[in-house]
């Protein structure tokens, strides 16, 4: 349905910037410690957005408003749904540790953050003009800058936040000036009128891909992808554990949306110029994620590094989308993308979920020594750890082997030998990264757990989430069909309306 003046397109994103306000008043009369006024009705909110997006997404309808600037099409609504959802698990995750370092006592800024910072990914999920995505990807990045240096006292959150800062304004000043290169070449905003515009053939194609350099850079920053990690590590090593867990969840999904809106959709006639970009940012960072994890003794260090690989198998799925510009092959490979950065959130989610509840008032449990042991203190947490390490080194039965599959399997439908050339080393790279994978496996189950070691509180909610999310890696591995076939018809009708 086209209405280009209608509201109904940006219901979520309304009730999401409304609540986030009511949140931050009601705030200003809780004084208590805990900020449980907060907590509660920001829960309600992510329910109440998360379900009002998967409504939409099961009537698969696609409605333009604001002139078309926002699109709430089926791709956009599951994503929405999903980052609402990985932000209530991130919330409930990190109640206890925010509350015992004191980012909660001076107010609600930890609240109202995170939920500015989710209305930015909604806002690029459904962003279909140039101008809007780049608000969208702004609000997101203040937002994360923000929480990174939520904790004030601590002088390693707020260097990390001061690199994120400028690595992160130099990203989106590439970006930027990119799709003002864009602009300057088709002479409109709208996603779909720059297809249009490209697809003539009238336009000038060296300033376009000029642009298109800066384009694929400020997209790569945000993926995390070689060789615009540079923030990655110290970022995720140097924030408070549950910040890191914001910035690797919900954020991956919107640049999953600002790379489709962008390269899939306005930019698609241009894909034989982005795609050997693509294929050089998936070589470097295969390898240079996967050898620089080795070396880390750091757990979120490593998985830093592991993160960088991992955006490379989800930029596989981007590059296989079009050969020689045919698109029969995009849905299979965008949909398998898709399921991809999905799986890859639910996984992130579990291993940082496990630092947060190892951690305690004055003890940052980050380093790989400290699981040592865990089978000993803890088996079912040492369970959930095991699903998760399985599942990043796509081993089967776990849903990250499906997800490598199926991006791999659009790579070679293509046909090309260089892109098989491609799949092979990316299976190979695979194996080095398992070695990281299993260190930590091996850590948790054969060496002893320290002297010092603390017994394992979490709060009920926490325990029964984190289980639940464990369990569902292994579920979505054995039965990996609905997820896949939902990613691929959301991107069906992405491409089609």
């Not at 333009?64 to 209530?88: E, M, Q, R």
């Not at 690989?309 to 029969?328: E, P, R, Y």
């Not at 054969?446 to 709060?459: H, Y």
Request: glycine share 8%.
């Amino acid at each position: 349905m086209i209405d280009r003046f209608s509201w109904v397109a940006a219901y979520p994103q309304i009730v999401l910037l409304v609540m986030t306000c009511v949140i931050a008043l009601a705030d200003l009369f809780d004084h208590s410690k805990r900020r449980a006024t907060a907590y509660v009705l920001t829960i309600l909110t992510l329910l109440l957005t998360a379900g009002l997006s998967a409504i939409y997404a099961v009537e698969d309808r696609t409605i333009y408003g604001f002139g078309g600037a926002v699109v709430s099409d089926t791709l956009a609504n599951w994503l929405t749904c999903f980052a609402c959802i990985a932000t209530l698990v991130v919330l409930i995750y990190g109640r206890s540790y925010v509350q015992a370092r004191g980012m909660v006592r001076g107010g609600g800024e930890w609240y109202s953050l995170n939920l500015l910072a989710l209305l930015g990914t909604l806002v690029l999920c459904t962003g279909n003009n140039l101008l809007v995505l780049y608000l969208g990807l702004e609000l997101l990045t203040l937002s994360s800058y923000a929480l990174v240096a939520l904790r004030r006292d601590d002088a390693t959150a707020v260097e990390a936040a001061m690199k994120y800062f400028v690595l992160g304004s130099l990203a989106s000043g590439f970006l930027l000036y990119g799709l003002s290169m864009v602009y300057g070449a088709t002479g409109t905003l709208d996603v779909g009128s720059v297809y249009e515009a490209i697809a003539t053939g009238q336009i000038q194609h060296k300033v376009l891909v000029f642009g298109l350099v800066f384009v694929v850079a400020g997209v790569a920053f945000k993926f995390g992808a070689a060789p615009f990690h540079m923030w990655l590590p110290d970022v995720y090593q140097g924030a408070p554990t549950a910040v890191t867990l914001v910035i690797g969840a919900a954020p991956k999904l919107a640049a999953f949306a600002l790379a489709m809106r962008l390269l899939a959709q306005g930019l698609l006639p241009l894909a034989v110029d982005w795609q050997p970009m693509l294929a050089v940012l998936v070589v470097v960072s295969l390898l240079v994620g996967n050898l620089a994890a080795i070396a880390q003794t750091n757990l979120k260090r490593m998985l830093a590094y592991s993160t960088i690989a991992q955006m490379g198998f989800v930029l596989i799925g981007l590059l296989a989308g079009t050969v020689q510009s045919n698109t029969l092959n995009a849905a299979n490979a965008y949909g398998s993308a898709m399921f991809y950065i999905v799986s890859y959130v639910l996984t992130t989610l579990v291993s940082f979920g496990v630092i947060v509840l190892l951690s305690r008032e004055g003890f940052e449990s980050e380093e790989i020594s400290d699981l040592a042991g865990l089978n000993q203190r803890s088996p079912w947490y040492a369970a959930v750890m095991l699903i998760c390490m399985m599942s990043l080194a796509g081993i089967p039965l776990f849903v990250g082997f499906p997800a490598k599959f199926s991006v791999l399997q659009a790579l070679l439908s293509t046909g090309e030998s260089v892109y098989v050339g491609l799949a092979v080393f990316a299976v190979l790279m695979s194996v080095v990264g398992a070695f990281y994978y299993i260190r930590v496996i091996k850590v948790m189950y054969f060496d002893a757990p320290p002297a010092s070691a603390a017994p394992i509180a979490a709060p009920a909610d926490m325990r029964v989430v984190l289980s639940i999310n464990g369990l569902l890696i292994l579920v979505l591995g054995i039965f990996p069909g609905g997820l896949l076939k939902l990613c691929t018809h959301a991107v069906i009708r992405m491409l089609t309306t």
